[in-house]
Each structure stands twice: as structure tokens, then as C-alpha cells.
């Protein structure tokens, strides 16, 4: 028999005692309705945790990469970097609030000590790591934090192409002294610097509520 997640929403109405006080057909109605049990399928909801965050992971990567794009028409290279340093993190903080859930980047390879990542995140990291160097599969995948009541999200980040390298590219080549100088003002202790196209950057990673997973489905 497959595995059963059993969720039982419960409410509870008090009733005084008089013979005119009745419940009211609505309030009847939505008793009813949160006393159902709902049954959800363990796969299901992993399928399901999958597909949100590949949308959630998808939308943060647009809005980030739209933004940092206009910076670099406005300002250049050095003046995307502050960009970043400034606002990556107050557009992520703006999808964990519409989603009611927690996403942040992390890496190994961090430049803000803030992408450092925490235990569970590393040795993801290592093995999306792992199965690159060997040419394996690299998929997103969900694991449970907090006694299964919170899904953990992780997709690899990976450098897609040569803009990235102006600020994550060998910096004998690849960045600009301009950009160096403003890399080390804002990030003194960068890791970030000599990737190639392809290299694992981080991860996207996202932590769901159980709760909110079951919601949408």
C-alpha cells in the first residue's frame, strides 16, 4: 500500500444554549468543508513541490537577470556589481513573500558571505558538483527539513555565457581593472572569480512549506 500524508483541518464552533440561537447555514457549510480529510499521494506531493519550484526558481532568475542587465546598460560592469550587492537580495526577499516560502542562492564559491552555504546546502552542492565533473545527470531535487514538514528545493545555477564572465571570469583576462577594483571595495574575501562557461555557480534554494505544497494541488 502507498505511503498516505493525511492532513485533518479542524475547526470548532460554540454553540450557546437558547432556543433561539441556531448555527447559520454558512457556518455549517464551512465546518463541513475544513473537517474533510484530504488524502495526498507522497509522490504526488514531491511532483508537485518539484513543478512550484522550478516556476518559483525560474521567475527569481528572470526578475534578477532583467534587473542586472538594465544595471549593466546604465552603468557598465563595476556598476552592476553594486547593483547586485545592493538589490539581489531584496528581489529574492520580494518572491519568498509572494510565494510564502524561502529561497536564497548559495555556493561554495561565494561572493557575499551571505550565499555561504548552510550543511544540508553543501553536500548538495557537492554532489551537483560531483555529478558534473563526472558528466552525470544533474536534476533538481526535493528533500524534507524539519521533520518532513518543509520541502527543501535545490536546482544548480551554472554560468551560461561569456557576459558572466566579465565579473566571474579569470581575472587576468576576463575582468576589467575597473571591475576588480569594485569587487574587492565591496566583496574583500570573493571566491566568486575564475569560473568558466558551464561551471557550477551555486544553487537556487528554496524551502517550502509542506502546507502551501499541498495547497496547490
Given at each position: 500500500?502507498?505511503?498516505?500524508?493525511?492532513?485533518?483541518?479542524?475547526?470548532?464552533?460554540f454553540v450557546a444554549c437558547g432556543t433561539n440561537e441556531r448555527v447559520s447555514r454558512e457556518v455549517f457549510e464551512e465546518v463541513n468543508k475544513s473537517m474533510e480529510i484530504k488524502k495526498v499521494n507522497e509522490a504526488d506531493l514531491i511532483r508537485e513541490a518539484l513543478k512550484w519550484g522550478n516556476e518559483i526558481s525560474q521567475e527569481a532568475q528572470e526578475q534578477l537577470i532583467a534587473a542586472l542587465q538594465n544595471a549593466i546598460a546604465e552603468k557598465g560592469v563595476p556598476g552592476a556589481i553594486e547593483f547586485c550587492n545592493e538589490q539581489a537580495f531584496p528581489i529574492l526577499e520580494e518572491v519568498s513573500k509572494k510565494y510564502n516560502v524561502s529561497i536564497r542562492r548559495a555556493s561554495n564559491d561565494f561572493r557575499n558571505p551571505k550565499d555561504k552555504p548552510l550543511d544540508y546546502e553543501e553536500m548538495i552542492l557537492d554532489a551537483f558538483e560531483?555529478?558534473?565533473e563526472n558528466e552525470l545527470q544533474v536534476e533538481p531535487?526535493?528533500?524534507?527539513l524539519e521533520g518532513g514538514e518543509v520541502l527543501h528545493y535545490a536546482k544548480v545555477i551554472q554560468i551560461p555565457g561569456a557576459l558572466c564572465l566579465?565579473?566571474?571570469?579569470?581575472?587576468?583576462?576576463?575582468?576589467?581593472?575597473?571591475?576588480?577594483?569594485?569587487?574587492?571595495?565591496?566583496?574583500?574575501d570573493d571566491r566568486a572569480t575564475g569560473h568558466k562557461i558551464g561551471d557550477l555557480r551555486g544553487i537556487w534554494s528554496i524551502k517550502m512549506p509542506k502546507k502551501e505544497v499541498v495547497k496547490r494541488m
Open positions: 500500500m502507498r505511503k498516505k500524508i493525511v492532513i485533518i483541518l479542524s475547526a470548532f464552533v560531483y555529478n558534473l531535487n526535493i528533500q524534507k566579465n565579473c566571474h571570469g579569470n581575472p587576468e583576462t576576463e575582468i576589467s581593472t575597473e571591475t576588480k577594483e569594485k569587487l574587492k571595495k565591496l566583496y574583500p
